[in-house]
């Protein structure tokens, strides 16, 4: 593995199923972060984790949960996906959460469709 | 994107020169990056202006003004495969953490 990856590259998703989309970073970044990006909306932050054991909601938290139990991994539960959650999803990852230049770093991203 | 503006699209011709520009109003700033994002792919670094004045980096360019809120990215000899979307990015301070927040990105079409 280089840099960070994503898992998997696209799903279709009947609406109610549980979901969870992998983001594993080996640069042993401490920050890691989940982005929706939908069209004529931008880049928005779901979730973070400043470093292993904590997380943070962002902007659109809702009907999203995470987890950080080590540095490199951070996956992404949707627990009852609704078609609004379909969208193109990023993990990031920078080497320091309130320092230095958080230069992120995304992952290729998961194109997710809900119907 | 949150208080950020940047023009929605640009086109330009093959080997001139382009300035996207970027205007925020943002608290507890301290520095402004510039992505880069093909279509269908995930954004790239390019640039990180942590002071005022210009940034050279080949043919990129970012220039930050602080107490204006203004930044712009500037890319000379241009070639078709700069046809991407420019995002710019200043941090924001939340509680203790430092998060960056999204511009919409300006689309880039470069014509030969």
């Known amino acids: 593995i280089a840099g960070i990856t994503q898992a998997p590259t696209s799903q279709i998703l009947a609406a109610g199923r549980r979901m969870t989309l992998r983001c594993t970073q080996d640069?042993?970044?401490?920050?890691m972060y989940w982005y929706r990006q939908d069209l004529g909306l931008g880049l928005r932050l779901i979730h973070y984790?400043?470093?292993?054991?904590?997380?943070g909601k962002g902007e659109v938290p809702d009907g999203y949960s995470v987890s950080r139990a080590n540095t490199d991994d951070f996956p992404l539960t949707l627990a009852s996906a609704v078609p609004s959650q379909t969208s193109v999803y990023f993990c990031a990852s920078s080497d320091s959460a309130s320092g230095g230049t958080d230069t992120q770093y995304f992952g290729p991203g998961t194109r997710l469709t809900v119907l | 994107g949150q208080n950020i503006d940047q023009p929605t699209e640009m086109t330009a011709t093959e080997g001139a020169i382009v300035q996207i520009n970027c205007t925020y109003q943002?608290?507890?700033?301290?520095?402004l990056f510039w992505y880069q994002q093909h279509a269908g792919e995930a954004p790239t670094f390019l640039s990180y202006?942590?002071l005022d004045g210009l940034e050279e980096k080949g043919r990129f360019s970012s220039f930050l003004s602080r107490s204006k809120g203004y930044s712009y990215l500037l890319l000379k000899e241009l070639q078709m495969k700069d046809s991407a979307s420019y995002l710019c990015?200043?941090?924001?301070?939340?509680?203790?953490?430092?998060?960056?927040?999204w511009g919409l990105g300006t689309s880039l079409a470069v014509n030969p």
């Open positions: 640069m042993r970044h401490n920050a």
């Open positions: 202006n942590v």
């Open positions: 984790s400043n470093t292993a054991g904590t997380t």
């Open positions: 943002t608290s507890g700033f301290n520095g």
């Open positions: 990015a200043p941090p924001r301070r939340a509680g203790n953490n430092r998060k960056l927040i």
